[in-house]
């Protein structure tokens, strides 16, 4: 048996297929765990959607911040209509309730004790140790999969609140948790979230640092496997695995096996 993290895919199913190829993947046998954005960009959400589905359960990705913005669409949409071309492909799909229903019982984050491993799509703030990231995901997820779904899909964007605090509630908490695992890639020391795309600039810069290089972040115990940043390459450290090498941009789709600590890529479609 072979674990595979995979980096996003964002509906490149030309490239997962051929990656799938590479590794000698067997559904019967492997286990295969994307790091979330599943879909949007790449030309076939629909096709990388029902690959994947077709092969459940020995999938279990977590999800990306393209993937919420996809069930937020069809909460919005449900009859169709998107103006983004590959959400409305899957909303006017046949099969389009089984798979994202199957989407939606999707976790924001996820353990592996064999592996010490933390599963997240962006990353965590530094106080967070990896069984309260369980804990703040689940909340999330218990909203999505229940009678509020659709307001929390609707509440999810905006980048305020900025900073964690334990005692926020409500929505703006819910906001805030799905802002840090599907979003964050900078941070500073007390837990506040720097969500522009391009870096920090000026005195920010000193403030705000890339997630995981805060040396004293609780969650330093254990590895860290997250996609997101593009920008930001292929990176497999002793403590995180940053997997989005860019595959929607040109670059290529990644797999790494944990058992062999081996890297495996096929380049992105032309």
Not at 42 to 66: E, I, K, Q
Not at 192 to 210: A, E, N, V
Not at 217 to 234: M, N, Q, S
């Amino acid at each position: 048996m072979a674990t595979y993290l995979i980096g996003d895919i964002q509906g490149c199913l030309e490239p997962l297929q051929r990656l799938l190829d590479t590794i000698n993947f067997d559904p019967a046998v492997d286990r295969l765990w994307p790091c979330g954005d599943l879909v949007n960009r790449g030309g076939d959400s629909l096709g990388v959607l029902r690959l994947l589905h077709s092969v459940a359960p020995c999938v279990a990705p977590v999800l990306g911040n393209h993937d919420l913005h996809l069930l937020a669409e069809q909460a919005r949409h449900p009859e169709g209509g998107s103006s983004n071309l590959e959400f409305e492909a899957i909303l006017q799909a046949h099969d389009q309730a089984s798979l994202l229903d199957w989407l939606n019982q999707m976790p924001l984050a996820a353990w592996d004790e064999e592996h010490r491993l933390l599963r997240v799509h962006a990353g965590v703030v530094p106080s967070w140790t990896w069984q309260q990231t369980l804990v703040y995901a689940q909340e999330v997820s218990a909203v999505l999969r229940g009678p509020r779904r659709q307001t929390l899909l609707r509440k999810m964007y905006g980048d305020r609140p900025r900073r964690w605090r334990p005692e926020r509630s409500g929505w703006r908490r819910l906001r805030l948790i799905t802002n840090v695992l599907c979003r964050i890639r900078y941070c500073d020391a007390q837990d506040r979230l720097f969500l522009h795309r391009d870096p920090p600039k000026g005195r920010q810069r000193k403030r705000y640092r890339p997630w995981f290089k805060h040396r004293n972040r609780a969650t330093r115990d254990v590895r860290i496997a997250f996609g997101h940043w593009a920008a930001l390459g292929l990176r497999c450290r002793k403590r995180y695995l940053a997997l989005d090498s860019g595959c929607v941009w040109g670059g290529q789709l990644s797999a790494w096996c944990l058992e062999e600590n081996r890297l495996r890529q096929v380049n992105a479609s032309r």
